[in-house]
């Protein structure tokens, strides 16, 4: 028996024009749209259809976005493929993507997930304008080459692996200083491939400490309920299923590293063999393909 595993693409995925071929052909998606639009005071759908790119790409927006646009792909799913939610044994998000995986396995309401997202977004922006800081893609090295390199850079500036996508793929995070120092020892080192990502900040850093305190009483303050799907947190690659623990995980999730590597490796390691990456772009897929080959990619 096919077992699926439903993952919601993170910030990054975004591309002005994402979702509108679903708000055309799918009533419920319209609604969705109608009902986000009503939520957050503006028009939300409007971004995502027309942008401008440079509205899109903004932290504050990027987020709602990709999470409203990842929940009209899900409405789409369940048109084209019913069977990938019939057979749905596990859950997750690459970091935003958590927020839109907790909304699909019931844990929060749309409108609850929407409005936490909009703030997160807010709160990490402005944490990044408080410090000059970025990420760093960085492909070709050995994880502990990685760290290693993180290490000699971190003083005075803070540097760390924020994201563990696959292998030989990594997302340092820290100072602006940090990063550059980065990319020059990484070259020396033989790195394939080095890229500053178009983010506001050092995401999944110390850095992003005063937006966990903003986010920390309103998640605090809302109401969770089990989930519905097993659901695993990049975290810490584990499945939660306590609403105050996942609340907690989440707080944490935006000062922490993604272990998404991991994640995916204990979905394999359940029997899962078949994984749908629902919203835009196609980065998950890619992912799993440096992970196991032999994977289902849907």
């Not at 790409?57 to 009209?72: G, K, N």
């Not at 975290?235 to 994640?263: C, G, M, N, T």
Request: glycine share 8%.
């Amino acid at each position: 028996m096919e077992k699926t595993a439903i993952l919601f693409p993170g910030q990054g995925a975004q591309t002005v024009g994402m979702g509108r071929e679903l708000y055309d052909s799918n009533e419920n998606v319209r609604e969705l749209y109608a009902r986000a639009n009503e939520i957050v005071g503006y028009d939300l759908a409007k971004i995502c259809f027309e942008g401008p790119a440079e509205l899109l790409d903004t932290t504050e927006q990027s987020q709602p976005a990709i999470f409203l646009t990842s929940l009209a792909a899900l409405e789409g799913l369940k048109e084209s493929a019913p069977e990938a939610l019939a057979n749905c044994a596990a859950t997750t998000g690459l970091s935003l993507g958590e927020y839109t995986a907790l909304v699909f396995a019931g844990v929060m309401s749309f409108e609850d997930g929407l409005k936490l997202v909009r703030l997160r977004g807010q709160a990490m922006q402005e944490a990044s304008n408080a410090t000059s800081s970025g990420m760093v893609s960085v492909i070709g090295l050995e994880v502990d080459v990685v760290q290693d390199l993180c290490e000699k850079v971190n003083d005075p500036g803070v540097l760390t692996i924020a994201n563990y996508l696959c292998p030989k793929n990594y997302v340092a995070s820290g100072t602006q200083s940090a990063c550059e120092k980065l990319v020059d020892l990484a070259t020396e080192a033989g790195a394939i491939k080095l890229a500053p990502l178009a983010v506001a900040g050092a995401f999944h850093t110390p850095i992003m400490d005063p937006a966990v305190e903003i986010m920390r009483p309103i998640i605090e303050a809302m109401e969770f309920k089990a989930p519905s799907v097993p659901y695993i947190s990049g975290v810490d690659a584990k499945f939660h299923d306590d609403p105050e623990d996942i609340k907690r995980i989440l707080i944490r999730q935006i000062s922490s590293s993604v272990y998404w590597e991991d994640s995916m490796r204990v979905l394999l390691a359940e029997g899962i063999n078949s994984f749908y990456e629902v919203g835009p772009g196609r980065v998950l897929r890619g992912l799993m393909k440096r992970i196991d080959r032999k994977a289902k990619l849907n």
